[in-house]
């Protein structure tokens, strides 16, 4: 196993980093040279869903990749989610996902929110009327496990679930979800959570490892902070690259977003990186500030649940 892979319960490794295609503009040529340029600096994972539009543009660029045997399929590790309106058929769900991608398999296939929607409902901030009050998690996962068994996924995971959400759905999952996708980064370090999903031999891949900046959620608190921006100086290095790495010597993997060339080599650049106890100590002390899309989502639509831990926990 490479340095830059972790391996996960399902028997499988993980690039540590990922390239996430989220994109508010949606431009296809745009994401599909940025996927062909990460793959040339050394990027192998490559994470999308059904909401963010990208699925056909990276599957696009990963197929010329292939074709042109650039990379081999088997190097490549792609993830995309089960929308939150598709909780009643993830098989064909996940069937509509490999034909955007052009792909036979994917593997990775994450429930993207614990909440469920109605059916039609396409949009990456709901509508009160798109909600449905009741998600039934173990028909959900059923349907998961029915993937995977199918072969059109070599892993399931979950995301953006809390320490209650795992631990009810372990209660009747005869196959655990691998991989746990979250927000984390140096100012949410997700202590509990990391500490349960540990336990239970379940990864956690970090989105918005850097505090999600550019994003209508998203914020620069973690790029300009005084302590991360005081250990870049220390080693030479910069805010992203002391972020990325924090987040890898937690044992996560970390889905970073950029399409620019210059911050696709400096996020590859946190490999090497080295933080001393001392940062570490430092980090772990910071005052932590959530940044999340769910709070985004909560504080931003006339959804009916006016926090975040009543839109997580709801159902149970």
């Given at each position: 196993?490479?340095?830059?892979?972790?391996?996960?319960?399902?028997?499988?490794?993980?690039?540590?980093?990922?390239?996430?295609?989220?994109?508010?503009?949606?431009?296809?040529?745009?994401?599909?040279?940025?996927?062909?340029?990460?793959?040339?600096?050394?990027?192998?994972?490559?994470?999308?869903?059904k909401?963010?539009?990208?699925?056909?543009?990276?599957?696009?660029?990963?197929?010329?990749?292939?074709?042109?045997?650039?990379?081999?399929?088997?190097?490549?590790f792609?993830?995309?989610?089960?929308?939150?309106?598709?909780?009643?058929?993830?098989?064909?769900?996940?069937?509509?996902?490999?034909?955007?991608?052009?792909?036979?398999?994917?593997?990775?296939?994450?429930?993207?929110?614990?909440?469920?929607?109605?059916?039609?409902?396409?949009?990456?901030?709901?509508?009160?009327?798109?909600?449905?009050?009741?998600?039934?998690m173990?028909?959900?996962?059923?349907?998961?496990?029915?993937?995977?068994?199918?072969?059109?996924?070599?892993?399931?995971?979950?995301?953006?679930?809390?320490?209650?959400?795992?631990?009810?759905?372990?209660?009747?999952?005869?196959?655990?979800?691998?991989?746990?996708?979250?927000?984390?980064?140096?100012?949410?370090?997700q202590?509990?959570?990391?500490?349960?999903?540990?336990?239970?031999?379940i990864?956690?891949?970090?989105?918005?490892p850097?505090?999600?900046?550019?994003?209508?959620?998203?914020?620069?608190?973690?790029?300009?902070?005084?302590?991360?921006n005081?250990?870049?100086l220390?080693?030479?290095?910069?805010?992203?690259?002391?972020?990325?790495?924090?987040?890898?010597?937690?044992?996560?993997?970390?889905?970073?977003?950029?399409?620019?060339?210059?911050?696709?080599?400096e996020?590859?650049?946190?490999?090497?990186?080295?933080?001393?106890?001392?940062?570490?100590?430092?980090?772990?002390?910071?005052?932590?500030?959530?940044?999340?899309?769910?709070?985004?989502?909560v504080?931003?639509?006339?959804?009916?649940?006016?926090?975040?831990?009543?839109?997580?926990?709801?159902?149970?």
């Amino acid at each position: 196993m490479r340095k830059d892979e972790v391996r996960l319960n399902c028997g499988i490794t993980i690039p540590v980093i990922g390239l996430g295609t989220y994109s508010s503009h949606n431009d296809r040529v745009t994401t599909e040279k940025a996927v062909h340029l990460a793959l040339k600096m050394g990027y192998r994972h490559f994470d999308t869903a059904k909401i963010y539009g990208s699925e056909g543009a990276v599957g696009n660029a990963l197929r010329k990749a292939i074709e042109d045997q650039i990379i081999p399929r088997e190097d490549v590790f792609l993830t995309s989610k089960l929308w939150s309106g598709d909780h009643h058929d993830p098989v064909s769900a996940l069937k509509h996902t490999l034909r955007n991608l052009g792909m036979e398999y994917i593997d990775m296939y994450l429930v993207h929110w614990p909440i469920k929607l109605k059916p039609w409902a396409c949009n990456a901030v709901p509508k009160e009327e798109d909600f449905e009050k009741q998600l039934d998690m173990e028909t959900t996962w059923e349907g998961m496990q029915k993937c995977l068994d199918m072969g059109l996924c070599r892993c399931i995971g979950v995301s953006n679930f809390s320490t209650k959400k795992i631990e009810h759905l372990l209660d009747f999952a005869s196959v655990p979800p691998a991989v746990n996708q979250v927000e984390m980064h140096p100012m949410w370090r997700q202590r509990k959570l990391r500490e349960i999903c540990g336990e239970h031999d379940i990864h956690v891949s970090g989105y918005s490892p850097l505090g999600g900046p550019g994003n209508a959620w998203g914020s620069t608190a973690v790029v300009k902070n005084p302590l991360i921006n005081s250990i870049a100086l220390k080693h030479k290095a910069t805010p992203a690259q002391v972020a990325l790495k924090w987040g890898l010597t937690r044992g996560a993997s970390v889905i970073v977003k950029s399409f620019n060339p210059d911050r696709l080599r400096e996020n590859m650049g946190s490999l090497d990186l080295k933080l001393d106890d001392e940062d570490l100590i430092e980090i772990e002390q910071l005052e932590e500030r959530k940044i999340m899309r769910g709070d985004f989502l909560v504080n931003n639509t006339t959804s009916p649940y006016k926090t975040l831990e009543e839109l997580w926990d709801y159902e149970i």
